[in-house]
């Protein structure tokens, strides 16, 4: 066991792809969802995107940060020209389909046909969702800044439906994410399941945690 | 299996904390991190946070939405204050010490002694590692927004020190961040383990996927 101590100017020095896939390792596990949407001619567009994070819960709000020069460009054109896109949660089996999508395949081509996947339509969101994925959101757009850091675009949604199994949802809210077989991401190229190691009570400072009840959100007895 | 639709006005309707636990499960897996501060007055605050996102690589970025309101204040306040922080990714051994830290503890309490935890100077950051964590970041803020659209606050920073087991870092920059035990969290209070898929190649529209190899970032033989 060597540790390292990596400073900014090691950092800077790096090949460009060897830091792109170092610093994008670093946040942690990432969200794993595939972005459809229609451009102005009614070609559907589907994106494989590892950037949504939770911005708040009231209204219901969904961040992404979105590259104008990289694959996505559709995407983030679409989501301008309509205002509308669906969220959809990459789950194992769809873990190659999605990262397929992230080809540069003509911006004519609708990312569905050649990877065999299923627009599906709804009367909220004009934007199609991802007939095979277990989880899907509707979103309208809110913002879109320009973080004058970097020029990524932030797109800021908000959740207008979302369509999933219910006996997901716990008495108390939470969505049983992992029983839906929803992936989480590392780095740029690298899809894992998971396994819970535990829901925990609400922290109290000089009180011990207690073990919550994953459907009904309650203490678990002898916990 | 019955599939649901809930539709704006369900979500708006569901009581303040089912809603909250609700959407934040939604957005699909994300990162568990130690933020570590320090005030002006030289004491330490650790605090656990799970919205940690990869902005960009060049220069290295991670954006952190903050709460004003919520229990992580002294940690914004202590970021405005002195400009640094660090990240400590939260791994399996440190889960319910990392949740603990989401006590009201008094602002002049220290979270890192009620919790058994050390905290760990360097000279790139002024706030204080978690000495126990496995993959350590220093941070130097670059940018404090408030989100107009329901203020809370965007705090973006460049990466300055990476400190980590050299093990990890496959030959093409990807951190196995698996191997370090780091943690996916889901909702408000849940934790996971991972378990790896794969990493694919590089997509190409009318090309297979290749498995990589973790340490190598090489397409595998006969993949």
């Known amino acids: 066991m060597t540790i390292k101590a990596f400073n900014a100017s090691d950092i800077e020095n790096m090949p460009q792809r060897v830091r792109a896939n170092f610093i994008n390792s670093l946040s942690g596990f990432k969200s794993g969802n595939l972005i459809g949407t229609t451009d102005k001619h009614g070609i559907d567009n589907l994106a494989v995107v590892s950037s949504v994070f939770h911005v708040g819960a009231h209204p219901p709000l969904l961040g992404m940060i979105m590259r104008p020069h990289s694959v996505p460009r559709d995407t983030l054109q679409n989501i301008k020209d309509s205002g509308e896109y ?40 004009k934007a199609p969702y991802v007939l095979e994925a277990q989880i899907k959101l509707g979103m309208q757009v809110q913002d879109i800044q320009v973080l004058a850091i970097n020029q990524t ?16 949802v716990s008495q108390d809210g939470y969505v049983d994410i992992e029983s839906a077989q929803s992936v989480a991401v590392s780095g740029l190229d690298s899809y894992h399941t998971t396994s819970r190691l535990g829901r925990f009570s609400y922290a109290k400072p000089n009180e011990n945690l207690h073990h919550l009840d994953i459907k009904t959100g309650k203490a678990r007895e002898n916990s």
């Open 153 to 168: 675009e932030l797109v800021i949604g908000q959740v207008v439906e979302v369509i999933l199994n219910e006996t997901w």
């Open 86 to 125: 669906t969220i959809n949660h990459i789950c194992t089996d769809l873990v190659e389909k999605a990262h397929h999508t992230s080809a540069r395949f003509d911006s004519d081509v609708s990312e569905f046909e050649p990877l065999g996947l299923s627009p599906q339509m709804s009367e909220q969101v």
